[in-house]
C-alpha cells in the first residue's frame, strides 16, 4: 500500500517516485521518471514532467506545470498558478528538446501567483518571488523581487517577511534573525532558535 496520498482523478503514471506523506489532489498527473519527496502538497491540475525533481515538503498550488529541466528543492512554495518554462524560443514546428534550459529553485525560496520563471534561471535560497512578476535571470538569496522584468526591491528573512535594514544591517522583527547587507548581498548574522531553516 502506498504510504501517499493520490486523489481518485489523479494520475501517477509507472516510474514516478513519490515520498511518503505526500498528497496529490484534483486533476493532477505525475509522469513517468518524475521525482517528489516527503511531506509534499500537489493541488489541483498540477502536472510534473519527466525528468524533474521536487524535494521536501514542497508546496505547489493549484494550475502548475512542473516542466523537464525545473528543480525545486526542499521547502520550496509555488503559489497558484506559476509558471516556468524550458526553452527560450519555443515554435510548434521546431523541435527543440535538445535545448532544454535547467532552472533551479534553491531551498525555502517563494514564487507568487502567477509569477514566471524564464528558463536558466536559479532562485537563490529563500528568494521572494511577488505575484506576477517575470523573472528572467539568477536571483540572490534572500532577494524580493517584483515587476516585469523582475527586479530587487528589498530583502526577505528566511521565515518569510520583509526585512527593514538600516546602516547595512538589522534584524527581522518577527524572529529576531540579524542581516548584514554588503556589496549587493545579504548574509545572515545570528538566529534565534526559533527561526525557520
Known amino acids: 500500500m502506498a504510504d501517499y496520498f493520490v486523489h481518485e482523478s489523479s494520475y501517477v503514471d509507472d516510474g514516478a517516485r513519490i515520498g511518503k506523506g505526500t498528497k496529490i489532489w484534483h486533476f493532477c498527473h505525475v509522469m513517468p521518471g518524475a521525482e517528489i519527496g ?12 519527466p ?5 521536501t515538503n514542497v508546496k505547489i498550488q ?6 523537464e529541466g525545473v528543480e525545486l528543492e526542499d521547502d520550496v512554495f509555488c503559489g497558484p498558478s506559476c509558471v ?9 514546428h521546431v523541435s527543440r528538446k535538445d535545448e532544454y534550459r535547467p532552472t533551479v529553485v534553491k531551498r525555502g525560496a517563494s514564487i507568487g501567483a502567477n509569477a514566471t520563471v524564464v528558463c536558466g534561471a536559479t532562485l537563490g535560497e529563500y528568494a521572494f518571488i511577488g505575484a506576477g ?17 523582475a527586479r530587487r526591491v ?7 517577511e520583509r526585512l527593514h535594514l538600516a546602516g547595512g544591517g538589522g534584524s527581522c522583527a518577527r524572529c529576531g534573525t540579524a542581516y548584514v547587507a554588503s556589496e549587493g548581498r545579504l548574509r545572515p548574522g545570528w538566529r534565534r532558535p526559533s527561526c525557520v531553516g
Open 38 to 49: 516527503e511531506r509534499c502538497s500537489l493541488g489541483q491540475n498540477v502536472v510534473v514532467m
Open 51 to 55: 525528468g524533474t525533481r521536487i524535494g
Open 62 to 67: 493549484n494550475n502548475v506545470s512542473i516542466y
Open 84 to 92: 516556468f518554462t524550458n526553452v527560450l524560443n519555443p515554435r510548434s
Open 133 to 149: 512578476a517575470v523573472v528572467t535571470s539568477d536571483v540572490l538569496p534572500c532577494a524580493l523581487m517584483v515587476g516585469v522584468p
Open 154 to 160: 528589498g530583502w526577505m528573512c528566511r521565515c518569510g
